[in-house]
């Protein structure tokens, strides 16, 4: 019977505001601070991490580090691949690019499988260095799993140097191209640019808004997700903080935005998928604590979230 390992991830190369390698620690100190022995019952790994890059200002402004965001991305890949092919993969990473190298973890431990990606965030993700306004990588992991270029929405002129690495970031693990636009489904997005709209479009990917969900039910919108990834045969659960109402919460990350999830409904979503026994790994990113005008309550209410959803991990591993 698989275990639960919890994989570190402290790196917050590919943000653009710094801090976010500080959410594994606030994530902790929120168990400490609850007397709470969460960390002491699971097996870990702890990543090498290359945050001093930040320094490093030879960077090309389209894929800011992106030599160094390939290389963590790399690292993590092999530490999924793993640890998932014996145990259930808990990651907590600080940015979001961290997710391209946990999906290209999971298809190098089983390239032949069919994977779902459920992804719960207020962002899309779905930029490349040819379409990004900011240059962060943690804007472009998904266009990477799925080996999408977005050329003919292009707005920078990008470097060969710049473009060769971008290639090594969609071949991560193996060759093949992670994941097919089919297999992904969003919750919670709402702030994105006119490329990645027009991307969702062309794509058919689906998007469960907060209103939506509220307005119609999240049994009735889960169970239409949940028939959208019937056919994968592993799944991957993305759930990057800022998915949550930062009015409600706190801004206790990179990139707040209002109108968002809150935490029992955060809990509602990710369980859905839990219990079809196919999830093999869930990943918590973007807890910033340098950004949390309420002290710690933005990790405080991710630990609580994890808490809640390793109970359903455990029943379903049973």
């Given at each position: 019977?698989?275990?639960?390992?919890?994989?570190?991830?402290?790196?917050?190369?590919?943000?653009?505001?710094?801090?976010?390698?500080?959410?594994?620690?606030?994530?902790e100190i929120a168990a400490i601070n609850q007397?709470?022995?969460?960390?002491?019952?699971?097996?870990?790994?702890?990543?090498?991490?290359?945050?001093?890059?930040?320094?490093?200002?030879?960077?090309?402004?389209?894929?800011?580090?992106?030599?160094?965001?390939?290389?963590?991305?790399?690292?993590?890949?092999?530490?999924?691949?793993?640890?998932?092919?014996?145990?259930?993969?808990?990651?907590?990473?600080?940015?979001?690019?961290?997710?391209?190298?946990?999906?290209?973890?999971?298809?190098?431990?089983?390239?032949?499988?069919?994977?779902?990606?459920?992804?719960?965030?207020?962002?899309?993700?779905?930029?490349?260095?040819?379409?990004?306004?900011?240059?962060?990588?943690?804007?472009?992991?998904?266009?990477?799993?799925?080996?999408?270029?977005?050329?003919?929405?292009?707005?920078?002129?990008?470097?060969?140097?710049?473009?060769?690495?971008?290639?090594?970031?969609?071949?991560?693990?193996?060759?093949?191209?992670?994941?097919?636009?089919?297999?992904?489904?969003?919750?919670?997005?709402?702030?994105?640019?006119?490329?990645?709209?027009?991307?969702?479009?062309?794509?058919?990917?689906?998007?469960?808004?907060?209103?939506?969900?509220?307005?119609?039910?999240?049994?009735?919108?889960?169970?239409?997700?949940?028939?959208?990834?019937?056919?994968?045969?592993?799944?991957?659960?993305?759930?990057?903080?800022?998915?949550?109402?930062?009015?409600?919460?706190?801004?206790?990350?990179?990139?707040?935005?209002?109108?968002?999830?809150?935490?029992?409904?955060?809990?509602?979503?990710?369980?859905?998928?839990?219990?079809?026994?196919k999830t093999v790994a869930f990943e918590i990113?973007?807890?910033?604590?340098?950004?949390?005008?309420?002290?710690?309550?933005?990790?405080?209410?991710?630990?609580?979230?994890?808490?809640?959803?390793?109970?359903?991990?455990?029943?379903?591993?049973?």
């Amino acid at each position: 019977m698989k275990t639960i390992k919890i994989i570190k991830n402290r790196s917050d190369i590919g943000a653009g505001t710094r801090g976010s390698d500080l959410g594994v620690d606030a994530i902790e100190i929120a168990a400490i601070n609850q007397h709470n022995h969460y960390f002491n019952e699971y097996e870990y790994i702890d990543l090498e991490t290359v945050n001093e890059s930040i320094y490093n200002k030879d960077h090309n402004s389209f894929a800011k580090r992106i030599s160094d965001v390939l290389g963590q991305c790399t690292r993590l890949s092999d530490a999924v691949t793993s640890t998932i092919k014996t145990n259930y993969a808990i990651v907590l990473s600080g940015d979001h690019s961290a997710a391209l190298g946990t999906i290209s973890g999971i298809k190098a431990a089983y390239p032949n499988k069919k994977l779902g990606v459920v992804w719960i965030d207020a962002h899309a993700d779905i930029h490349s260095p040819y379409t990004s306004p900011s240059g962060n990588i943690h804007g472009m992991p998904l266009a990477a799993a799925m080996a999408m270029d977005n050329t003919h929405l292009q707005i920078n002129e990008v470097s060969k140097n710049t473009a060769s690495l971008w290639n090594n970031m969609k071949t991560i693990g193996n060759d093949s191209i992670k994941l097919q636009a089919d297999d992904l489904v969003y919750f919670g997005v709402r702030a994105t640019e006119k490329p990645e709209d027009q991307i969702i479009t062309e794509q058919g990917i689906k998007n469960y808004t907060v209103s939506e969900m509220r307005y119609r039910g999240f049994d009735k919108c889960l169970d239409e997700a949940l028939a959208r990834l019937a056919s994968c045969d592993m799944i991957y659960i993305s759930f990057d903080v800022d998915s949550m109402d930062c009015d409600y919460i706190s801004h206790g990350t990179g990139t707040p935005v209002p109108k968002g999830f809150d935490e029992q409904e955060i809990i509602k979503i990710i369980n859905a998928f839990i219990q079809t026994k196919k999830t093999v790994a869930f990943e918590i990113v973007e807890i910033n604590p340098l950004l949390d005008e309420k002290g710690n309550k933005m990790a405080e209410t991710a630990f609580y979230v994890l808490e809640n959803i390793t109970k359903t991990i455990k029943t379903s591993l049973a």
